[in-house]
């Protein structure tokens, strides 16, 4: 608290002086003042005891003969929270360095002579102190306005003894709202934990189903390289039979073009004897040869491949049946999965 600071900027110390003396929660001056630690704020211990009562209301106080661990309450002043031993608030340090300043303002004031306009007047009798309260009008009067004015029929009570019923209600007030407002920020650090939790289970669950997805494409790559596989293994063996058939019907047409030029070149000779030696069995190489092929030939339809069709609506259907909540232990994904594990889909012939 830099008293010194603040007494230079008012122009009257005392009144500043007395400004800083103040407790945040009766509004009167500080009675056996104790300072929170750690943020340094001072209250009357009376005060603090209130507050910290009302945010403990199971804390059963001082000579119980039950072990209590303590509890917390926030200070009224900058909302830090003050955590408290088993002694409560009669743990808290008593701040000597205010009780002098208080014993020393009050000596001062004592000893100056009261000053006009230090009490309040009354607006319709200026001379007049405010000494009474009406209880009827509920608004703080003087004697000549019971006797005279307008709360001559009103009932009337000494002030000093509504300032204190009235002092007390604000007190619990303040203590109620201060416990209300301890409630509300635990309400707001549990929607905060929500918060965070919410955000952590909904990064958790995105893993997962990010991990499921990839297990489901690396299915569907894995069955579609199989199947391009055995398309590939089928084109090769009817590629590989077509090629042999062409590689025989290739050699036979050699064997019968070479037959044709040795057979014309033996009609060239003109020697009867010589033609005669070849004659016969050059004719009997051709009727052979003209009878016809017997090499192997392709079926019709041979080269076609549509038996590897597939049909992939149902699984289609599948895909976009996926979703949260489709069955005890997610019985549609298995379904889809088993469809999708090789060996358990066929091409259909």
Known sequence: MDYKSSLIQDGNPMENLEKQLICPICLEMFTKPVVILPCQHNLCRKCANDIFQAANPYWTGRGSSV??????????????????????????????????????????????PLQKGSHPMCKEHEDEKINIYCLTCEVPTCSMCKVFGVHKACEVAPLQSVFQGQKIELNNCISMLVAGNDRVQTIITQLEDSCRVTKENSHQVKEELSQKFDTLYAILDEKKSELLQ?????????????????????????????????????LDEPGGATFLLTAK????????????????????????????????????????????????????ATCLFACLIPGNQHPSH
């Open 230 to 266: 055995r398309i590939t293994q089928e084109q090769e063996e009817k590629l590989s039979f077509i090629e042999a058939l062409i590689q025989q019907y290739q050699e036979q047409l050699d064997k019968s073009t070479k037959l044709v030029e040795t057979a014309i070149q033996s």
């Open 281 to 332: 069995q050059l004719i009997k190489s051709i009727v052979e040869a003209s009878k016809g092929c017997q090499l192997g030939k392709t079926e019709q339809g041979f080269e076609n491949m549509d038996f590897f069709t597939l049909n992939l609506e149902h699984i289609a259907d599948a895909l976009r049946a996926i979703d949260f909540g489709t069955g005890k232990g997610g019985g549609g």
């Open 67 to 112: 072990s209590m661990s303590g509890g917390r309450f926030r200070c009224p002043t900058c909302r830090h929270e003050v955590i408290m031993d088993r002694h409560g608030v009669y743990g808290l340090q008593r701040n000597l360095l205010v009780e002098n300043i208080i014993d020393i303002y009050k000596q001062e004031c004592s000893s100056r």
